[in-house]
């Protein structure tokens, strides 16, 4: 449904800017592996400086595991807007940042171990993934409730496309948690992602 002020937006070469954040809750244990393809991504990030490319790549990685782990999805969410200011959007962007960073276990601890501990880590069986991402242009599979089995199956491999079409400006990922050995109770998820709908 296009709006008057989209409609004008259109007429006066403006772009338009999806900015939007999905959350997709994970449980079991077969979901592990999935901290570290998180984490690698996670690294190759920092390592590459932020570089959209590389933060793509890594986008499209995690989409498709978590694709291949729809039998685990629990719950879902996502909020977002469209905005005709580049801005505007960025301004956006960083909000969902700050929120997602201040979730439930979402930064990894930097700190480096002891290098003699024996390595033991308990698995979780509770993963929240955060994905937050500006797009250009339309795109219908994002600027709809996600909250349901096809509809986030459709968001994802819209971002997978975004990427490929270099339409992607904006990339972030933060989950809970965000490191192995951290657990993340089903009561905890109830607390600190409260937006989460089951699927």
Known sequence: MSSLSDRWNRLT???RFVVCRIM?????????????VLNRVGQSAIESEGDLEVLGEGLVEICQHLLQLEPY???????GD???????????VNELFTDS??????QPALEE??????????????????LTVAGEGEIPDLETDLAEAEALRYGLKALINLHYQNK???IQVHFSPARFGDELTSEQVLENFPELIPL
């Open 13 to 15: 070469g403006k772009t």
């Open 24 to 36: 997709v809750h994970l449980t079991g244990s077969e979901t592990n592996p999935l901290l570290g």
């Open 73 to 79: 999805w629990q719950a879902a969410a996502n909020e």
């Open 82 to 92: 469209v905005i005709w200011d580049e801005g505007e959007a960025a301004d956006y």
């Open 101 to 106: 960073a201040q979730r439930y276990l979402s």
């Open 113 to 130: 171990g002891d290098e003699d501990e024996t390595l033991v880590l308990p698995t979780t069986d509770n993963v929240v993934v955060m």
């Open 168 to 170: 992607l400006h904006a």
